[in-house]
């Protein structure tokens, strides 16, 4: 259906009057980035370990000479024979986030439960230069509340983004983030669930300038893994 067609002047009145609109989200969009720099913080006391390229290597280890750390929880559980399609939407963005993130004191990593092995097949079809490491073997994903035991799945209710979740299954989406100090300490600063995660979606926020939208029949059934589409 065609939206209204009407002259240039009354365009600009209606775009003018949006505009309203938009600033106030603008407006709201910094007073609740500063409400979230301002939320506490916990230290992270158990030590992860992960199987890295470079061998294994702490959560501390991650951060990569930097103090800030984000990490995607990419679904890729083990004996999986690819990634899941929506994170490896949210993934497509990454690399080109990272070559200003690196210069802004900020490292940023995909984890998975995967083997190693698994995610490094997957990682180079994908054609993808970030770094990727498995936390196959420790509690990281059921810490964080992105991984789900079968016996959690089996009772019906999972406990994701920090409430009862209304469907599920054993792995799902977020993104975290940490700091580290100077003397080493590693604390978590926030983390993400949900549609939360849209926030790595940059093409999401170009289809909202687009004239049909997300143009979604349900969810996101339109993505593909960007070697599928034809």
Known sequence: MQNAVVSHGEWLNARRNFLKAEKELTHLRDKVAR???????????????????DGPRTLADLFDG????????????????EGCPSCSYMADHTDGMNRHLAHHDVTMIAVSRAPLAEIERYRKRMSWQFK????????????FRVSFTPEEVASGHIDYNFGEWRETGGEWP????????????VFRTYSTYGRGVEVMMGTYAMLDL????????????????????E
């Open 132 to 143: 990727w490491v498995s936390s196959f073997g420790s509690d990281f994903n059921y810490d």
């Open 35 to 53: 409400e979230r720099l301002a939320l506490p913080w916990v230290r992270i006391d158990k030590e992860y370990v992960f199987d890295t390229p």
């Open 210 to 229: 687009a004239p049909k939208g997300r143009n979604e029949a349900e969810g996101m059934d339109w993505v593909r893994r960007h070697d599928r589409y």
């Open 66 to 81: 930097r103090s800030q750390l984000l990490v995607q929880h990419f679904m890729f559980a083990p004996g999986w024979k």
């Open 174 to 185: 977020g993104v975290s983030a940490f700091y580290k100090n100077e003397a080493g300490e």
